[in-house]
């Protein structure tokens, strides 16, 4: 019980929050335990409800403290904060005499409560909105009146006026920024580090024909456009830090031009997921990530900008395109296009006079589990038919990077200068191996001539050496192997040594 004195009268107060406060919590924590045993969640609403009551105990706890600390200034004494705090304080005193009386009014009878609280909800629902009304009236009437109640106002009300219309423009010009450049505005906070993070998932697929880019879109499995790896039954994927790997399998579709190659390790961390459901909206903000120029030009993928313009579909074709102003570049297709959140939107595919197609990602995620290797190109060799096709297939091994495969075609005799580790270590760098012509050698039965290029990875650059000579074979167990070569390298060779 609280009691002050003031003009010879005794207010008596009896302090209740925190009994009330006690006494909704208790009500909160009751109501928890009915409505649990009824929904399907109850540990939800259990936690939202709790919510709800730790946010109406805070208050109760600032207004006890503040009481606590304006008895101490009380106690102080000093004169003018002293008398301060009293006057707020009986403020206060009477301003809870009035809460519990109405809070009495309510409850008191209680077989009244429900009727009571219907009616006192709406009266001061009401009275609320009237004098809301009435109140913006008397603002929109002494606004009016302001500026014609003398030539200072006139004077004020008019840089108020044109400072309202500046400000109002800055924030249309802000709202405009942020649509065109972030999309909306929940993609305006999640943009810082998205280049970086884009860059450092975008991978370089190289083969023998072509190249291009591509990405994980889990952790084994990375997308890429089919006209990348058309023709090539062993791509290379190139990791951001120069090393690359063998795909160990791959599928796709022609008509789509989408592939997924297949790897041996997980690479979770740095994969695209596909949505099932993209959100655009006119001239949001894209990025499009990959290898402009193949392996010609070193270093990270490059990434460009650009507005998204239109979801394209066709009758005769049945893939969803995404137009943007975003000029691609040959060796960027099968690259990733993303959000300013770095979520996937869709796979690079062409691109003419600054205007390129972007395959939608929701409907690659569609397709996906319908391809099949049937399009692809596959490696077919026979070591036992004649010394020209163990030789091919020798090099087709390296070519696959079956280094096991090809290690198994050395003859016992070669075998006697070098082990699987030191022979391998030789072809660690070679990305692939052209092989342009293999023929039996003249008055040899043993022996066939080959030539051949190599794309050599060295230093995040590709280095391009071509090879003749011949290799002498053995047979051994019924299958041709390799016993002696003569293999040289061949410097800038003319057209006619392609097609002799």
Not at 198 to 221: A, H, M, P, Q, W
Not at 343 to 370: C, E, H, Q, R
Request: charge should be positive.
């Amino acid at each position: 019980m609280i009691t002050l004195k003031k003009g010879g009268n005794r207010i008596i107060f009896i302090d209740i929050n925190l009994a009330v406060i006690f006494f909704i919590l208790s009500l909160i924590f009751f109501v928890c335990i009915v409505v649990s045993s009824f929904v399907k969640k109850p540990g939800f609403v259990l936690g939202l409800l709790l919510l709800i009551s730790f946010m109406i105990s805070i208050p109760g706890l600032i207004v006890l403290i503040f009481r606590f600390l304006m008895d101490m200034m009380i106690k102080l004494k000093i004169p003018i904060i002293s008398n301060l705090f009293i006057k707020f304080r009986i403020k206060m005193i009477r301003t809870n005499i009035r809460l519990m009386s109405f809070i009495k009014k309510i409850f008191i009878p209680w077989y009244l409560f429900p009727i009571k609280l219907v009616t006192y909800s709406i009266y001061f629902l009401i009275k609320f909105i009237f004098k809301t009304i009435f109140s913006i009236l008397n603002i929109i009437l002494d606004t009016i009146k302001y500026p014609f109640k003398s030539f200072k106002n006139f004077l004020k009300a008019g840089f108020i006026l044109g400072l309202t219309i500046y400000v109002s423009l800055s924030f249309f010009v802000i709202v405009d920024y942020i649509s065109t450049h972030y999309g909306n505005y929940g993609k305006m906070f999640c943009s810082v580090g998205i280049q970086e993070k884009v860059k450092n998932r975008t991978l370089r697929i190289v083969g023998g024909y072509s190249e291009g880019s591509g990405f994980f879109i889990d952790y084994k499995r990375v997308l890429t456009n089919f006209h990348v790896i058309d023709g090539e039954p062993s791509p290379k994927i190139i990791f951001p830090d120069g090393s690359f790997i063998t795909p160990t399998r791959m599928v796709g579709d022609k008509n789509t031009d989408l592939a997924i190659l297949f790897t041996e390790k997980d690479y979770d961390s740095m994969a695209f997921h596909l949505p099932d459901k993209i959100n655009l909206i006119e001239n949001e903000r894209l990025i499009a990530s990959g290898y402009p120029m193949g392996t010609e030009i070193s270093g990270k993928s490059t990434v460009v900008e650009g507005n998204f313009i239109e979801i394209r579909t066709s009758r005769k074709n049945p893939v969803n395109y995404i137009q943007t102003d975003i000029n691609l570049v040959e060796g960027m297709s099968g690259g990733p296009l993303t959000d300013q959140c770095g979520n996937m939107i869709g796979i690079n595919t062409m691109g003419l006079a600054g205007l390129s197609m972007f395959i939608s990602a929701d409907y690659a995620k569609t397709v996906i589990p319908k391809f099949t290797d049937t399009d692809v190109k596959k490696i077919t060799v026979d070591p036992s038919k004649s010394p020209a096709d163990a030789v091919s297939a020798f090099y087709t091994y390296l070519k696959t990077r079956r280094m096991k495969d090809g290690f198994n075609l050395l003859s016992t005799e070669y075998l006697k200068k070098t082990s699987f580790e030191e022979w391998t270590n030789r072809f660690t760098d070679i990305l692939d191996v052209l092989i342009i012509s293999v023929k039996p050698q003249e008055n040899s039965r043993d022996s066939a001539f080959i030539k051949f290029g190599t794309k050599n990875w060295v230093d995040g650059e590709v280095d391009i050496h071509y090879y003749e000579g011949t290799w002498q074979t053995v047979l051994e167990s019924g299958i041709y192997k390799m016993l002696k070569s003569n293999i040289k390298e061949v410097t800038d060779p003319g057209w006619d040594w392609f097609y002799e």
